[in-house]
């Protein structure tokens, strides 16, 4: 699976900004996916997660209720809806899958990488 994330950019606090995944290969629809992030100075932190058929979604307690994970299998995609951003949301946003179709928090157990999408909140 390949993995291309898209939709970052600078946004004030407040605002929203929609990610996405695109993916390539057949096996995507049967993956749990994931998206991560790295501020500055900070290791990678998980963000949300989500099963191969969307039955199940984990979120990190700093994003709930904010932010929304979602796919389409049928168009390969994966989505990070972001709400009422805040400046501590400044990262940069990696999507990830894995071969399983069980969601995972946990990073090591994604084995593929998208190249990430930078996402600044300004206050």
């Known amino acids: 699976v390949q993995l291309q994330a898209s939709g970052g950019g600078l946004v004030q606090a407040g605002d929203s900004l929609r990610l996405s995944c695109a993916a390539s290969?057949?096996?995507?629809?049967?993956?749990?996916m994931g998206w991560f992030r790295r501020a500055p100075g900070k290791e990678r932190e998980f963000v949300a997660a989500?099963?191969?058929?969307?039955?199940?979604?984990y979120y990190a307690d700093s994003v709930k209720g904010r932010f929304t994970i979602s796919r389409d299998n049928a168009r390969n995609t994966g989505t990070l809806q972001m709400n009422s951003l805040k400046p501590g949301d400044t990262a940069v946003y990696y999507c990830?899958?894995?071969?399983?179709?069980?969601?995972?928090?946990?990073?090591?157990?994604?084995?593929?990488w998208g190249q990430g999408t930078q996402v600044t909140v300004s206050s």
């Open positions: 989500i099963s191969w058929a969307g039955g199940t979604t």
């Open positions: 990830a899958a894995r071969r399983l179709g069980v969601a995972t928090t946990t990073r090591t157990e994604y084995e593929f």
């Open positions: 290969g057949r096996t995507f629809s049967r993956s749990a």
